[in-house]
């Protein structure tokens, strides 16, 4: 009996990984749906703060150190600072796209909607494109946080072990998505 | 799943239920009354159309502010809500929804032999989220400047500006909240179903076992994975528009006699983004109903299903090319004719996999023998109108025939045989077919002939002529018959006729289907005598599925009338006998 | 009251299914047997009205063929609009005799294999030979069939303007309004920013040389036999410009430049005089013929803004909008007039140029 039920609890881990897989896919869909509409009208899209740069840079350092908390959890060393520190720098991340916007907003004169006051044209719909894909992919960054924060709790109580660290799992596996993702959209809106 | 025998109050068992049989039917349920409701808005509109400009008194279902108060006549624009609440119903709620919600819910686990769903939590958000979404439509269509009103396929300007049609105000932003809920319980649904049949399958179920069922709604949640992200995206970027003054789809717009600020944007962006979910989508309609009608033909010819590898890779390929020639709703938008060719092209390629489709079909009745069930019926009329339907999009799909059908009637012909028929035949024979599975007990089988019967004539008596409507240059989504067309009223008289009389009939099959819940006769385990797992659960049906062990599969599902063998059927959990070769 | 007639009779068709099913079960009670299982007669009968309805069905679309082929569009007016016509022609052969045959051998089948009680099934799980068979067989007819398609596809997209007489047509909720291009055949011009609904309607930049000589209409008359371009624009939402007896459709999409060329090939006044099109024309006046006077009146003034004198109706060509634009887009619609290279001259001379002066209509 006992070894069945792990052996459906393997199971299950396995299958509770591939929902996140393909739901990660689903986004990835999304994403692509909004890209695509750069390539069928050759936009140009706007990218001047530097901001964006060190959130990129920032990003990329916490998947790094995600790296190693999937490396401890497998020895047994203690994990629970190091996911803070993820959240922490997903915090920074945060405030860096926040100080992005309003650096656009306010030193580029690049807005959502509305009109320019200068010339009184409407905003190129490039403009407006750059916030909807960057607010786009924040809003998917606040569930890795929320993730990435009932990590670093269970973690604290002890929940995880070598033998089972599936929450570490999943909350790392979309982390590094979201820096993939994010990546992506970088690169992206420079380079078009 | 250790957890079979806790306790359950009524909230968990009949709402918060995270069953997957229970989560079944209350998709099944929503899926009827939407389907009910879709169907008075569809007699109302061709009322109006049997007799433009007079009252009726199916009008005062409808809010009274639908109606001229001097006349009674149905508004015009209020037309247009009608049809629009129509096919957003009958595409999303009844044909996805209730089509896959229902049977992939209820059929996954009991046919791969699994106690539940990979995640029953996220099944039962999937539901609760579809059901706040049908809170929402139903709302909408209450609110006073009406319901959304710029067709199903939400096209923008029209959508996206109030003073260009009424309903196109607080209408079009419930329906975009709507959808939204609705988007997000697909995929909810969908994740659960792929991960489901990837993982939980019993032992001895491989995939080359995998009941045509199971194949169809695998393919079909991994298209709607895959297409309603971006359907999501499409809407989003239609919220900026309308509600923030972005210029994504708009442009060169004279609102109320000024210039407005848009510039720059393409609806044309708009219909590329739609499409690409929307042709995936009306597969994602499709399949479920094609993977039903292989299992109930097979079960009631006696005989496996004609080339099941075929079948299974026809359904693949399916999939796979309905990403590719979404442009074919688009030939008229003035499109580059060269992108115009590929699309063609690749539409036309479809036809290949849905003829072999075909031809299995009928080679798998040759020679059985045939019980007709009232399942068996709708699915053979299910081939039927998949043939009829298929046949005109040879037509539609080749660019410059589209030329003179594209938009007309000729299209609402095509869509509602290929589409709305074969997807309703396929799950009316998917509830005649499991209902003994569901509820444990019989349908009335009279009724069942009388309602089939009944659908059938009058399903082709309103679909058929429709073509003829369309060769005659009748465009579609017209409130009235337009100038010296007045020569066409006579078919418009005998479509309206088997409508109502075809709407009239479905209330045999809702009686049918609630007093059989409660009246009918009990049901033994196997009332079909089929091979798949499903009829080896108890006919009381718990949680878990499976009292004991799961069941261990030893074979495909299609050993019907194996030469060797005493009965007619071979259950697939009975191992193979002493050099008996697997088909 | 109404509404009590109605749940009345609701009520009374739910006794009544009650009581079939209620005596069907003790009939089945009294047989010893289970009411809902189906039976070799079942069999037998659902069979037999399988093959009666199903036959019926192609009996009723085989009537409607005979019945209602007059009322389809007549062969099509312009020279592209005969090649889609072949072309749609040998499609819809193919596809009656491919509906045919299947709907014959799936009706039969049914009815040839109905069950009966100890027969056993045929085990035939699957052969390649004929599979393959029917996957090659579409494949070629298909690419027939696009293979031509294309074609005429080219053909038929690919027009330019040169040698064609170029007209603006633009559309808002809910009319149509023409633009010809005037002698030099260039259009002036137009910016929707420069809308002024009582002065300028159609938004043209006065300023332009080539907006002087164009002209205004809320009519199209065209030149038999002479190409034309016709340029599309919308003010507001997608309209779609179809011209059925052309083959002619195109969307107009407010911000982007749609266009569709042909070339004309029958006169209205030799459509009034083909054979269907009199056929056509005689039943909608027969139709108004029978009504009332008062009937006649709304229904002329409604759907034609004609009067009775103006009867009986004759055949115009109509440029009908085909993609939902609102509330009146069923009657959004504009007359098209082919007509003799003389008319034409005689019309055109008649109409206002835009001359930078007033530029309203009408
Ligand atoms: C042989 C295969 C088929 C071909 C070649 C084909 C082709 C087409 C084409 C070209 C159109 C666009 C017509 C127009 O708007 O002018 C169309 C419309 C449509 N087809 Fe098909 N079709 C096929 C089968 C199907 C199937 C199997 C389904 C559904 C399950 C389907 C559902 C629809 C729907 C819903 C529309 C209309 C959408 C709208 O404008 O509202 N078709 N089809
Ligand atoms: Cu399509
Ligand atoms: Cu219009």
């Keep these: 009996m006992s070894t069945s039920y792990t052996l459906e609890n393997i199971r299950k881990e396995k299958a509770t990984m591939q929902l996140l897989w393909i739901g990660m896919v689903s986004i990835c869909m999304f994403f692509a749906g909004l890209t695509s509409l750069v390539f069928v009208d050759n936009m140009e899209i706007p990218s001047e703060s530097d901001w964006f740069l060190y959130s990129t840079v920032i990003v990329l350092f916490s998947s ?51 009109e320019n006051p200068e010339t009184g044209q409407a905003t190129p719909k490039e403009h407006s494109y750059f916030y909807a894909i960057t607010v786009a992919h924040f809003a998917h960054l606040i569930f890795g946080l929320i993730a990435l924060f009932i990590t670093f709790f269970n973690a604290l109580r002890n929940k995880y072990s070598s033998k089972k660290f599936l929450g570490i799992k999943l909350a790392g596996t979309y982390w590094h998505f979201l820096t993939i993702l994010w990546v992506y959209i970088y690169l992206f809106i420079n380079y078009t | 799943m250790s957890d079979h025998h806790h306790k359950e109050t009524f909230i968990t068992k009949y709402i918060f239920s995270q069953d997957h049989k229970m989560i079944a039917k209350q998709f099944l349920l929503t899926g009827i009354f939407m389907a009910l409701v879709g169907m008075l808005m569809s007699a109302m509109f061709r009322v109006q159309l049997a007799n433009p400009g007079e009252t009726s008194i199916l009008y ?59 995640s029953g939590f996220i099944n039962m958000l999937s539901y609760w989220f579809f059901f706040a979404a049908t809170v929402v439509l139903i709302y909408s269509i209450y609110v006073p400047s009406g319901p959304a009103s710029a067709g199903w396929t939400i096209y923008p300007p029209l959508s996206a500006e109030a003073s260009y049609i009424e309903g196109s105000g607080l209408g079009m932003t419930l329906w975009l909240v709507s959808i939204t809920l609705f988007i997000v319980g697909s995929l909810l649904g969908g994740l659960n179903y ?77 219909e590329h983004l739609f499409w690409f979910l929307g042709h995936p989508e009306v597969y994602i309609i499709l399949l479920p109903a094609l993977g039903m009608t292989s299992e109930v033909i097979s079960v009631n010819t006696r005989k496996p299903i004609f080339g099941y590898q075929a079948m299974v890779l026809s359904l693949l390929a399916i999939g796979f090319l309905s990403f590719i020639v979404w442009g074919h709703h688009m030939f008229m938008t003035g499109m580059n004719p060269f992108l115009g060719s590929v699309f063609a092209f690749t539409t036309l390629l479809i036809a290949i996999p849905s003829a072999i489709k075909v031809f299995n079909y009928l080679t798998t009745l040759w020679r059985g023998n045939i019980r007709f069930t009232p399942a068996m019926l709708f699915a053979i009329a299910m081939v039927s109108t998949f043939i009829t339907g298929g046949l005109t999009g040879l037509i539609l799909g080749n660019a410059p025939l589209d030329i003179n059908v594209h938009d007309t009637y000729f299209v609402v012909g095509h869509f509602h045989i290929v589409m709305g028929l074969s997807a309703i035949y396929g799950m009316l024979a998917g509830v005649y077919h499991w209902f003994p599975k569901m509820y444990g007990r019989m349908m009335n089988k009279n009724l069942g002939y009388l309602h089939f019967w009944g659908t059938f004539i009058c399903a082709y008596g309103v679909f058929f002529p429709m073509h003829f409507l369309g060769l005659a240059g009748l465009p579609r989504r017209y409130y009235a018959n337009p100038v010296d067309m007045g020569q066409i009223t006579d078919i418009n008289d005998i479509i309206t006729f088997f409508a109502l009389a075809g709407a009239v009939i479905q209330f045999i099959f809702v009686f049918n289907f609630f007093y059989s819940i409660f009246r009918g006769s009990p049901a033994s385990k196997n009332p079909w005598k089929a091979n798949t797992l499903e009829w080896t659960t108890p006919v009381e049906r718990i949680h878990g599925n499976w009292p004991g062990d799961l069941p261990e599969v030893h074979r495909w599902a299609y050993d019907y009338s194996k030469p060797g063998a005493e009965e007619d059927y071979i259950p697939q959990n009975v191992p193979l006998k002493e050099g008996e070769s697997e088909h | 009251m109404i509404y009590l007639l109605i749940g009345g009779l609701l009520f009374l068709a739910i006794v009544t299914f009650v009581q079939i099913i209620r005596v069907s079960e003790l009939l089945s009670k009294i ?80 009815f040839k294999y109905r069950g009966i009680k100890g027969r056993k099934a ?82 043209l930049d006065k300023g332009d040389k080539y907006t002087i000589d164009d002209k205004i209409t809320n009519e199209v008359h065209l030149v038999v036999g002479k190409p034309v371009m016709l340029k599309f624009r919308s003010d507001d939402v997608i309209h779609s410009a179809y011209i059925p007896h052309f083959r002619v459709q195109m969307n107009c ?47 002329l003034d409604e759907n034609f803004a004609k009067t009775v004198d103006d009867l009986p109706l004759k055949f115009d060509y109509q440029l009908l909008c085909n993609k939902i634009c609102g509330s009146a887009h069923y009657n959004m619609k504009m007359k098209f007039v082919v007509e003799t290279q003389e008319e034409f001259d005689t019309w055109i001379a008649q109409q206002k140029e835009v001359g930078g002066l007033v530029l309203t209509k009408k």
């Design chain 3, 253 to 299: 999409v407010p911000g982007v430049r749609t266009q569709f060329g042909f070339t004309p090939t029958k006169t209205t006044q030799e459509m009034r005089e083909d054979p269907q099109i009199i056929r056509q024309m005689q039943e909608l006046n027969d139709r108004i013929d029978a009504m009332s006077l008062i009937e006649k009146t709304v229904f």
């Design chain 2, 60 to 118: 005062n279902l409808m809010p009274s502010n639908w109606m001229d108060p001097d006349t009674g006549a149905l508004l015009q624009d209020k037309y247009l809500a009608l049809v629009t609440m129509h096919g957003t119903i009958l595409v999303f709620w009844v044909l996805t929804a209730g089509l896959s919600g229902t049977f992939a819910n209820f059929l996954i686990p009991l046919q791969i032999g699994a106690r539940d769903m990979a």
């Design chain 3, 31 to 110: 047989r010893n047997k289970d009411v809902n299982e189906v039976t070799e007669n079942d069999n037998n009968i659902q069979g037999k009205i399988l093959l009666v309805v199903g036959f019926g069905f192609l009996v009723f679309v085989i009537w409607q063929i005979v019945a209602w082929k007059h009322l389809i569009l007549p062969p099509a007016s312009s020279l592209h609009g005969v090649e889609i016509d072949s072309l749609m022609n040998t499609t819809m052969m193919l596809i009656l005799v491919v509906f045919f045959i299947t709907s014959i051998i799936l009706f039969f089948f049914g």
């Design chain 3, 122 to 203: 045929f085990f035939y799980a699957h052969n390649n030979k004929l599979e393959i068979v029917w996957t090659i067989v579409p494949a070629i007819v298909l690419s027939g069939l696009i293979v031509s398609g294309l074609k005429v596809w080219d053909s038929t997209m690919n027009v330019t303007s040169e040698n064609s007489q170029i007209i603006e047509l633009h559309s808002r909720q809910f009319q149509w309004a023409a633009r010809y291009a005037g002698e030099d055949n260039i259009l002036g011009k137009h910016d929707f920013r420069l809308i002024d609904r009582a002065t300028n309607p159609l938004s």
């Design chain 1, 64 to 114: 790094l150190v995600y790296l190693i908390v999937s490396r401890n959890i497998k020895r047994d060393k203690p994990v629970s600072f190091l996911i803070f520190m993820v959240f922490i720098l997903g915090l920074i991340f945060t405030y860096c796209q926040f100080q992005g916007w309003s650096d656009m907003r306010n030193n580029y004169g690049i807005i959502f909607t509305g």
């Design chain 2, 194 to 270: 792929i991960v489901t049949i990837l993982n939980l399958r019993t032992k001895g179920m491989s995939m080359k076992r995998l009941p045509l069922t199971i194949w169809a709604l695998f393919v079909t949640a991994i298209l709607g994975v895959l297409s309603f992200p971006v359907l999501l995206s499409c809407g989003l970027l239609l919220v900026f528009d309308r509600s923030f003054g972005t210029s994504f789809y708009l442009s060169d717009l004279i609102i109320g006699g000024e210039a407005a600020h848009h510039i720059g944007g393409s609806p044309i962006l708009f």
